[in-house]
Protein backbone atom coordinates (compact mmCIF):
# COMPACT_ATOMS: atom_id res chain seq x y z
CA UNK A 1 0.00 0.00 0.00
CA UNK A 2 1.03 3.63 -0.29
CA UNK A 3 0.65 6.39 1.58
CA UNK A 4 -2.43 8.03 0.17
CA UNK A 5 -3.64 4.28 0.79
CA UNK A 6 -3.04 3.39 3.83
CA UNK A 7 -4.40 6.78 5.45
CA UNK A 8 -8.33 7.07 5.96
CA UNK A 9 -9.13 10.66 6.56
CA UNK A 10 -11.85 13.60 5.11
CA UNK A 11 -10.27 16.72 3.59
CA UNK A 12 -9.29 18.45 6.78
CA UNK A 13 -11.41 21.50 7.98
CA UNK A 14 -8.67 24.87 8.17
CA UNK A 15 -8.64 26.28 11.38
CA UNK A 16 -6.47 29.26 12.31
CA UNK A 17 -3.41 28.57 13.30
CA UNK A 18 -2.43 30.92 16.66
CA UNK A 19 -0.90 30.43 20.04
CA UNK A 20 -4.37 30.22 21.23
CA UNK A 21 -6.88 27.15 21.51
CA UNK A 22 -8.52 26.61 18.42
CA UNK A 23 -11.16 24.86 17.74
CA UNK A 24 -9.38 21.46 16.42
CA UNK A 25 -7.26 21.87 19.60
CA UNK A 26 -10.33 21.91 22.03
CA UNK A 27 -12.05 19.36 20.90
CA UNK A 28 -8.84 17.08 20.71
CA UNK A 29 -8.41 18.20 24.56
CA UNK A 30 -12.29 17.06 25.11
CA UNK A 31 -11.73 13.45 23.02
CA UNK A 32 -8.28 12.94 25.58
CA UNK A 33 -10.64 13.78 28.54
CA UNK A 34 -13.59 11.66 27.43
CA UNK A 35 -11.08 8.58 26.62
CA UNK A 36 -9.28 9.31 30.25
CA UNK A 37 -12.85 9.17 31.81
CA UNK A 38 -14.22 5.78 30.02
CA UNK A 39 -10.76 3.75 31.05
CA UNK A 40 -10.78 5.22 34.93
CA UNK A 41 -14.87 4.12 34.64
CA UNK A 42 -14.08 0.84 33.47
CA UNK A 43 -11.43 0.45 36.11
CA UNK A 44 -13.72 1.35 38.57
CA UNK A 45 -16.86 -0.80 37.03
CA UNK A 46 -14.06 -3.87 37.05
CA UNK A 47 -13.75 -3.29 41.46
CA UNK A 48 -17.41 -2.24 42.35
CA UNK A 49 -18.86 -5.37 44.43
CA UNK A 50 -22.63 -3.04 45.28
CA UNK A 51 -25.03 -3.10 42.65
CA UNK A 52 -26.62 -0.25 42.96
CA UNK A 53 -23.46 1.74 42.42
CA UNK A 54 -22.21 -0.66 39.55
CA UNK A 55 -25.34 0.23 38.26
CA UNK A 56 -25.29 4.11 38.40
CA UNK A 57 -21.53 3.77 37.28
CA UNK A 58 -22.34 1.61 34.26
CA UNK A 59 -25.07 4.49 33.06
CA UNK A 60 -22.44 7.36 33.71
CA UNK A 61 -20.23 4.84 31.90
CA UNK A 62 -21.80 4.39 28.50
CA UNK A 63 -23.22 8.28 28.41
CA UNK A 64 -19.47 9.27 28.48
CA UNK A 65 -18.55 6.31 26.14
CA UNK A 66 -21.38 7.52 23.75
CA UNK A 67 -20.37 11.05 23.88
CA UNK A 68 -16.36 9.73 22.89
CA UNK A 69 -17.91 8.65 20.04
CA UNK A 70 -19.79 11.44 18.75
CA UNK A 71 -16.70 13.63 19.87
CA UNK A 72 -14.75 11.27 17.53
CA UNK A 73 -17.35 11.28 14.61
CA UNK A 74 -16.96 14.77 14.35
CA UNK A 75 -13.34 15.16 14.47
CA UNK A 76 -13.30 12.50 11.56
CA UNK A 77 -15.80 14.49 9.50
CA UNK A 78 -13.95 17.63 9.82
CA UNK A 79 -10.52 15.81 8.91
CA UNK A 80 -9.13 16.09 12.32
CA UNK A 81 -8.99 12.51 13.13
CA UNK A 82 -7.63 10.06 10.16
CA UNK A 83 -7.01 6.14 10.78
CA UNK A 84 -4.95 3.67 9.63
CA UNK A 85 -6.38 1.41 7.18
CA UNK A 86 -5.20 -2.51 7.55
CA UNK A 87 -4.07 -4.93 5.25
CA UNK A 88 -5.92 -7.64 3.71
CA UNK A 89 -3.20 -10.36 4.49
CA UNK A 90 -2.93 -8.75 8.08
CA UNK A 91 -6.60 -8.94 8.77
CA UNK A 92 -6.68 -12.71 7.54
CA UNK A 93 -3.79 -13.48 9.86
CA UNK A 94 -5.00 -11.56 12.88
CA UNK A 95 -8.49 -13.46 11.77
CA UNK A 96 -7.00 -16.99 11.36
CA UNK A 97 -4.98 -16.13 14.98
CA UNK A 98 -7.75 -15.88 17.04
CA UNK A 99 -9.93 -18.09 15.33
CA UNK A 100 -7.94 -20.95 16.68
CA UNK A 101 -8.20 -19.82 20.29
CA UNK A 102 -11.75 -20.56 20.03
CA UNK A 103 -11.04 -24.21 20.51
CA UNK A 104 -9.74 -22.85 23.73
CA UNK A 105 -13.29 -21.98 25.06
CA UNK A 106 -14.16 -23.84 27.63
CA UNK A 107 -17.42 -24.58 25.87
CA UNK A 108 -15.60 -25.25 22.12
CA UNK A 109 -17.32 -23.11 19.45
CA UNK A 110 -20.47 -22.46 21.05
CA UNK A 111 -20.16 -18.42 21.02
CA UNK A 112 -23.84 -16.90 21.77
Known amino acids: ?4 QSKIQNPETQVQKTPQM ?11 T ?8 TT ?7 DALYQDVLAIYNETANAQRSIYNLMFKKGW ?3 EAAEAQKLQQSHQQFQ ?5 FPYGNQLQ
Not at 1 to 4: A, D
Open 1 to 4: MNQN
Open 22 to 32: NDRDFINDILT
Open 34 to 41: EKYMTDSY
Open 44 to 50: ALHEFSH
Open 81 to 83: YGI
Open 100 to 104: GYSSQ
